[in-house]
């Protein structure tokens, strides 16, 4: 079973508060009111939403020094009651099953005594016992009112845990379950897709993330120098079956909020009112925009990057088994191409003279004859959206069979054969298409990007299907005459 955890920092410790029972993370309060008590963790009283709740001193109660920096309160609920624990910030979400968790040997009761490691970085992540707090001498919580045991009772299966979040000046929040990870100072660098929608790339345990600009896909007015001090790592996709990193300055806290209480938004002035489920307001009257999760992960851009960086968790999982080392022939014609070798026929030079036809469309180059057999040339460059190229002495001809005839597509040179790094069943599904095809958009186009050579060794091409590229020129209708000219004939 895996549940999720709300992962705060006490002192120099990070702690883990069962998410079902984390309500929320709150500023500091203007005033406590002091409260008569035996123990001295228990620091007084605060007043939350017209209701007094007791506060918890995490520091003492735990046995670390005092904190000097800014602190925070995360509102638990337990017992039938309300409680504030006296916290130094947040840290993330963590989704930990139960076989991940380490039970310390010890006397019974203890506060902290499972933890959990990751093996990778050696983060330790204590988790605390709410039972245990609640079991000792002098705790106390704020039991609730009956009108809010019964709001509680309404709305306790439609309740969902929210994170709150500061980007580029505006406060946000969303669902706290899309939520894969938060990264502190993560290291970017510039993204080889960038774009405003994408700039920077990160990565982690081994696979490369794209970061990208929230505000951008929000339709939100972006600032020039925004920085990334924090990254949210999200499910993204319509079966949540991608991740995608968004930049933020700085985690606000957590809402353990009723979608139902979402103030709905007037699309009325906005780029990507879609994305934008409304607004949430708050006890202390600030107010936060409410992401549509569903909506953002199905985002075109969001989904794009997402396949351009491989990010599919089951795709992943097929590829170890899908890879296959297939020989292929890189060529230059503008751009670096891959073609499948299997799709090659021959590789000719361009002739010095061939069959010119003089037709205004500069990517019909004419006819050459091999071996009896007439071959339409076709400007790979041309073709591709380039400025008309004169054909040059070095220029060469790969010969591709279609339906009913051979093509030559006349590129710059020829570079090699090689081997894909890793190609996918349906990767030519996925290849470079003409302009005006779907390979206009950039985000598109680089999906075709493939690996070429050997692993560790390894260069990046644009993924061609030439035979399906001469089929389809094949298939193409003959223009007809105009009828001037063809009265004149």
């Not at 001295?40 to 005092?66: C, Q, S």
């Not at 139960?98 to 933890?115: F, T």
């Not at 924090?230 to 809402?255: E, I, K």
């Not at 996925?430 to 005006?436: A, D, K, N, V």
Request: aromatic residues 6%; negative net charge; charged residues 20%.
């Amino acid at each position: 079973m895996t549940a999720t955890q709300g992962v705060v920092r006490i002192g120099e410790l990070e702690v883990a508060l069962s998410a079902q029972a984390l309500e929320r993370v709150v500023p500091w309060p203007e005033r406590l009111a002091p409260h008569p008590s035996p123990v001295p963790w228990l620091l007084g009283l605060f007043e939350l939403g017209g209701h007094p709740l007791p506060l918890v001193d995490g520091h003492r109660l735990l046995g670390l020094p005092a904190g000097e920096g800014e602190r925070r309160i995360a509102v638990i609920r337990q017992g039938g009651g309300r409680f504030g624990l006296a916290i130094d910030g947040v840290v993330d979400l963590l989704g930990l099953a139960d076989d991940v968790i380490v039970r310390l040997q010890g006397a019974p009761g203890r506060l902290l005594g499972r933890v959990y490691l990751r093996p990778d970085s050696g983060r330790l992540v204590h988790l605390l016992d709410l039972d245990a707090l609640a079991a000792l001498p002098g705790f106390e919580v704020s039991a609730d009112v009956p009108s809010t045991r019964q709001q509680v009772a309404r709305g306790k299966e439609g309740e969902r845990l929210y994170l709150l979040f500061e980007c580029d000046g505006r406060r946000l929040c969303l669902d706290a379950a899309v939520v894969q990870e938060l990264v502190d100072r993560p290291q970017l660098t510039p993204s080889e897709f960038a774009s405003d929608s994408c700039r920077y790339q990160v990565q982690l345990r081994g696979q490369a993330l794209p970061v990208l600009e929230l505000s951008e896909l929000l339709g939100l007015a972006t600032p020039a120098n925004g920085h990334h001090e924090q990254l949210l790592v999200l499910a993204a996709g319509d079966q949540g079956q991608y991740r995608v990193a968004f930049g933020f300055q700085r985690l606000l806290g957590m809402w353990r909020r009723d979608p139902a209480q979402c103030a709905p938004l007037l699309g009325f002035g906005l780029e990507q009112p879609a994305l934008l489920r409304g607004v949430f307001s708050a006890a202390d009257g600030e107010a936060a925009i409410v992401i549509d999760h569903l909506a953002l992960g199905c985002q075109e851009a969001a989904v794009a990057y997402a396949r351009i960086y491989r990010t599919d968790r089951d795709l992943l999982r097929e590829e170890r088994r899908q890879v296959r080392r297939q020989p292929c022939l890189t060529f230059l014609a503008e751009l670096l191409f891959a073609v499948p070798l299997e799709q090659v026929a021959e590789v000719l030079p361009l002739p010095a003279h061939f069959l010119r036809l003089g037709q205004r469309d500069p990517r019909l180059l004419g006819l050459m004859e091999v071996r009896g057999q007439q071959i339409t040339l076709v400007c790979l460059r041309t073709l591709a959206g380039a400025v008309a190229v004169a054909p040059g002495p070095d220029d060469q001809v790969i010969v591709v069979e279609g339906q009913r005839q051979r093509l030559g597509f006349v590129v710059q040179r020829v570079e090699a054969i090689e081997a894909f790094t890793e190609l996918r069943a349906d990767a030519l599904a996925r290849s470079w298409q003409l302009p005006g095809e779907g390979g206009a958009v950039p985000a598109q186009r680089a999906q075709s990007w493939v690996g070429v050579g050997a692993p560790g060794n390894s260069r990046q091409a644009t993924l061609i299907d030439l035979g399906a590229l001469a089929r389809r020129l094949e298939g193409q209708p003959r223009q007809t005459l105009p009828e001037p000219l063809a009265a004149a004939i």
